[in-house]
């Protein structure tokens, strides 16, 4: 069975300054998905980044980027200029691929609530 | 890009009685849905997968007579909690699948009192 680790239950961060959120997994799989998801005090969950395992490049989205290591089974995720909206929880998750992909749900993380101070 | 929705939003409810909480995907068409349960500063709970046209599939720990799941359609998928209890109150989070992606709905605050 795979799990996912959140080493850090809540981080701080000041407006406009960088900061990192860490993610361990462990699984026997060679081919899965990673993901990292955020949860504002709306609740709704939001889609922040995915990454292929296949993939050796990391993925970046605007300020959002992560550093996969696959081998280390690592995957943080690095926010730049982070904005007093980034203020979420964030959630880490593991999806093993299976072809055409149907019905695999996710395995998430515990969370570390960020906070953006200004 | 796709959307979940659920409904209602919120709902408060006398203990011993059932509510049902609806889960759609508005654009799509979902083979498969997920129902978790999320605990206020918690991570997200797996309680049930929902297969369109079969029983759906419990977690282990998950009371499959209490929470009802029935997926009448490849857009709507259907919780039901059964004789609720005040600690069945919590946060009820739907999703959908459309290749590798899983699209969330916006939850459902259960209370039950």
């Known amino acids: 069975a795979q799990t996912v680790t959140q080493s850090q239950p809540e981080m701080s961060v000041q407006e406009a300054e960088t900061v990192t959120l860490s993610c361990t997994y462990d699984?026997?799989?060679?081919?899965?998905?990673l993901f990292w998801y955020k949860q504002p005090p709306s609740r709704q969950m939001i889609l922040v980044i995915r990454?292929?395992?296949?993939?050796?490049q990391n993925a970046t989205e605007n300020r959002f980027s992560v550093n996969f290591q696959k081998a280390a089974k690592s995957f943080s995720l690095k926010i730049s200029d982070s904005q007093l909206g980034d203020t979420a929880m964030y959630f880490c998750?593991?999806?093993?691929?299976?072809?055409?992909?149907?019905?695999?749900?996710?395995?998430f993380g515990p969370g570390t609530r960020l906070s953006v101070l200004p | 890009g796709a959307v979940v929705s659920q409904h209602p939003s919120w709902v408060i409810c006398k203990s011993g009685t059932s509510v049902k909480i609806e889960c759609r995907s508005l654009?799509?068409?979902?083979?498969?849905m997920f129902w978790y349960r999320q605990f206020p500063k918690q991570s997200l709970m797996l309680m049930a997968t929902?297969?369109?046209?079969?029983?759906?599939?419990?977690e282990q720990g998950v009371e499959k007579d209490k929470f009802l799941i029935n997926h009448a359609s490849l857009t709507l998928s259907t919780l039901t909690v059964t004789s609720a209890h005040p600690e069945d109150s919590s946060f009820y989070i739907c999703?959908?699948?459309?290749?590798?992606?899983?699209?969330f709905g916006p939850g459902t605050r259960l209370t039950v009192t």
């Open positions: 999703s959908a699948t459309q290749g590798i992606e899983q699209y």
């Open positions: 699984t026997s799989e060679n081919n899965y998905y």
């Open positions: 990454q292929e395992a296949y993939k050796q």
């Open positions: 998750a593991f999806m093993k691929h299976v072809r055409d992909n149907y019905g695999q749900n996710f395995v």
């Open positions: 654009d799509f068409q979902a083979t498969t």
């Open positions: 929902s297969n369109e046209g079969s029983k759906a599939t419990y």
